[in-house]
């Protein structure tokens, strides 16, 4: 398909409509739905209204709210049961009958759409972010995270419809258009080497913005600030966040030096830290509760009406059984995945068995992740979804480091922050590899990147799956079939 133009006009013409943004102050302008774009952008305001509309795009449930956190990329990476029946939705997905099954083509029709269109609005934002109203730190950080994101949603994008890059084996196959403007002109579709290349550029430019902005200054990312366009800087794609997506790019690409040199420089900014596990509080009523492990987010997104959307899939509406479409393991494979009690150290902090455990068992064959339930409305974790975490940063440096102890030395800090033994030095490279996937498999459980694990390594056969034999294709989304105009 030499172009892709679906979607386009529709997109342009949502984002013009709405002005971009939520805050209620838009519908009051005359006609009720319209906000002209020279009055948006005529204020600084203005631009942080539309960047907070860029963020709220990215939180719907058809994205890093739901299908690509916990919902459809982690059943697709064999996360939950329910799978026996090869005539229901769900076990059609976790066969990746993408085509023949209602369900998962919604869903990745929902997937391309919404990411487009907050592209979109990443594109509105910048056609007019040198209009001369952004001054200063307003401007470097309104313009650095409309680039990092419009970079980062082309690159998942990338990794949803497109073979992996496979050490450059993928590098000319076709990947998707990359929209850097805002217009309803049809776009080229890229190769795959082409679209990474311009994710790179849009993020290195975004970190060189970002650079002289308030996140690298002590304290910037603590909420307790007077600007409220600035509070919450871990929900925004700040400066390390965008250091943290290179980091996750390069590696992508194979190119482990680079990849280890931005993973580094998170880690040993010393920005973000990991969880006390004595400190730590898994009551869902506390407002203290902090099961997703807030402190590690170097980039989360938050998400309104997410513990409506996760009570319906990760507690049972009855004491006796599950829902037909609730997102389920089983005691026996979790105790399988997680250490287990071993002299000298404590049980895995993420293990079911864990005395501040993170999950909910209703009977050994139904126990459910407790990392996204929170009950207290006064408690800031409890509508955020993790995209980034810092723990990604040690797998990336364990995997791209030179020497074998190093990269031992880099997972081993995240082993004992979990309450596990050091592991020895491995003696082959494929030795270190088997240690890091166990590692992605206990960490990202509910956050989507087990999924895109898998596809990066190339994964032939995935644990605790239905027996499918993964071919690259197999990782590959189809286009969506639909046709959309205005």
Same mark, same amino acid.
């Given at each position: 398909?030499?172009?892709?133009?679906?979607?386009?006009?529709?997109?342009?013409?949502?984002?013009?409509?709405?002005?971009?943004?939520?805050?209620?102050?838009?519908?009051?302008?005359?006609?009720?739905?319209?906000?002209?774009?020279?009055? =948006?952008?005529?204020? #600084?305001?203005?631009?942080?209204?539309?960047?907070?509309?860029?963020?709220? !795009? $990215? @939180?719907?449930?058809? *994205?890093?709210?739901?299908?690509?956190?916990?919902?459809?990329?982690?059943?697709?990476?064999?996360?939950?049961?329910?799978?026996?029946?090869?005539?229901?939705?769900?076990?059609?997905?976790?066969?990746?009958?993408?085509?023949?099954?209602?369900?998962?083509?919604?869903?990745?029709?929902?997937?391309?759409?919404?990411?487009?269109?907050?592209?979109?609005?990443?594109?509105?934002?910048?056609?007019?972010?040198?209009?001369?109203?952004?001054?200063?730190?307003?401007?470097?950080?309104?313009?650095?995270?409309?680039?990092?994101?419009?970079?980062?949603?082309?690159?998942?994008?990338?990794?949803?419809?497109?073979?992996?890059?496979?050490?450059?084996?993928?590098?000319?196959?076709?990947?998707?258009?990359?929209?850097?403007?805002?217009?309803?002109?049809? =776009?080229?579709?890229? #190769?795959?080497?082409?679209?990474?290349?311009?994710?790179?550029?849009?993020? !290195? $430019? @975004?970190?060189?913005? *970002?650079?002289?902005?308030?996140?690298?200054?002590?304290?910037?990312?603590?909420?307790?600030?007077?600007?409220?366009?600035?509070?919450?800087?871990?929900?925004?794609?700040?400066?390390?966040?965008?250091?943290?997506?290179?980091?996750?790019?390069?590696?992508?690409?194979?190119?482990?030096?680079?990849?280890?040199?931005?993973?580094?420089?998170?880690?040993?900014?010393?920005?973000?830290?990991?969880?006390?596990?004595?400190?730590?509080?898994?009551?869902?009523?506390?407002?203290?509760?902090?099961?997703?492990?807030?402190?590690?987010?170097?980039?989360?997104?938050?998400?309104?009406?997410?513990?409506?959307?996760?009570?319906?899939?990760?507690?049972?509406?009855?004491?006796?059984?599950?829902?037909?479409?609730?997102?389920?393991?089983?005691?026996?494979?979790?105790?399988?995945?997680?250490?287990?009690?071993?002299?000298?150290?404590?049980?895995?902090?993420?293990?079911?068995?864990?005395?501040?455990?993170?999950?909910?068992?209703?009977?050994?064959?139904?126990?459910?992740?407790?990392?996204?339930?929170?009950?207290?409305?006064?408690?800031?974790?409890?509508?955020?979804?993790?995209?980034?975490?810092?723990?990604?940063?040690?797998?990336?440096?364990?995997?791209?480091?030179?020497?074998?102890?190093?990269?031992?030395?880099?997972?081993?800090?995240?082993?004992?922050?979990?309450?596990?033994?050091?592991?020895?030095?491995?003696?082959?490279?494929?030795?270190?590899?088997?240690?890091?996937?166990?590692?992605?498999?206990?960490?990202?459980?509910?956050?989507?990147?087990?999924?895109?694990?898998?596809?990066?390594?190339?994964?032939?056969?995935?644990?605790?799956?239905?027996?499918?034999?993964?071919?690259?294709?197999?990782?590959?989304?189809?286009?969506?079939?639909?046709?959309?105009?205005?």
């Amino acid at each position: 398909m030499k172009h892709i133009n679906k979607f386009r006009t529709l997109f342009i013409f949502i984002v013009m409509m709405t002005g971009l943004s939520s805050c209620k102050k838009w519908l009051d302008v005359s006609p009720q739905t319209q906000v002209k774009e020279e009055e =948006q952008f005529s204020s #600084t305001q203005g631009f942080y209204d539309a960047l907070f509309g860029m963020y709220q !795009k $990215a @939180a719907d449930p058809n *994205l890093y709210g739901a299908v690509l956190s916990y919902d459809l990329l982690d059943i697709l990476a064999q996360r939950y049961e329910s799978k026996s029946s090869t005539n229901t939705s769900f076990g059609r997905i976790t066969r990746y009958d993408y085509a023949g099954d209602d369900i998962s083509r919604v869903k990745i029709t929902n997937i391309w759409i919404s990411m487009y269109a907050t592209i979109a609005q990443c594109n509105f934002i910048l056609k007019n972010a040198d209009n001369g109203v952004l001054k200063d730190a307003d401007y470097r950080i309104v313009k650095g995270e409309a680039l990092g994101m419009r970079a980062f949603m082309h690159f998942d994008l990338l990794r949803c419809f497109a073979l992996a890059y496979l050490d450059g084996a993928n590098a000319a196959q076709p990947g998707i258009p990359y929209m850097d403007k805002f217009t309803v002109t049809r =776009q080229d579709q890229l #190769t795959v080497d082409a679209v990474l290349k311009k994710c790179e550029e849009d993020l !290195k $430019a @975004a970190e060189t913005l *970002l650079a002289g902005s308030m996140d690298n200054n002590p304290g910037a990312l603590n909420p307790k600030i007077d600007n409220p366009d600035l509070q919450f800087r871990q929900n925004h794609l700040n400066y390390w966040a965008v250091k943290a997506a290179l980091a996750r790019l390069y590696l992508y690409k194979g190119m482990k030096a680079e990849a280890l040199s931005y993973a580094k420089d998170v880690i040993n900014a010393g920005k973000f830290g990991f969880v006390n596990p004595a400190s730590l509080v898994v009551d869902p009523s506390s407002s203290l509760a902090d099961m997703n492990f807030a402190s590690e987010h170097i980039f989360s997104i938050y998400t309104s009406g997410l513990k409506k959307r996760t009570d319906d899939v990760f507690v049972a509406s009855t004491p006796n059984a599950p829902d037909a479409y609730d997102l389920f393991s089983t005691l026996p494979k979790l105790n399988a995945m997680y250490e287990t009690t071993q002299a000298g150290y404590g049980t895995d902090i993420r293990s079911p068995s864990s005395v501040k455990p993170l999950w909910y068992q209703l009977f050994p064959a139904v126990v459910y992740t407790r990392k996204l339930s929170f009950d207290n409305a006064t408690n800031t974790n409890a509508s955020v979804v993790p995209v980034i975490r810092l723990s990604e940063m040690y797998y990336i440096a364990a995997e791209a480091s030179e020497t074998l102890h190093d990269g031992i030395t880099w997972l081993n800090v995240v082993r004992k922050a979990r309450q596990i033994p050091v592991l020895p030095d491995p003696s082959t490279s494929a030795a270190l590899q088997v240690e890091i996937e166990k590692e992605h498999r206990k960490e990202f459980y509910a956050e989507g990147q087990l999924w895109f694990y898998y596809k990066r390594t190339n994964k032939q056969v995935i644990p605790d799956g239905t027996g499918v034999v993964m071919l690259p294709s197999t990782y590959v989304f189809p286009y969506p079939a639909v046709e959309l105009s205005y």
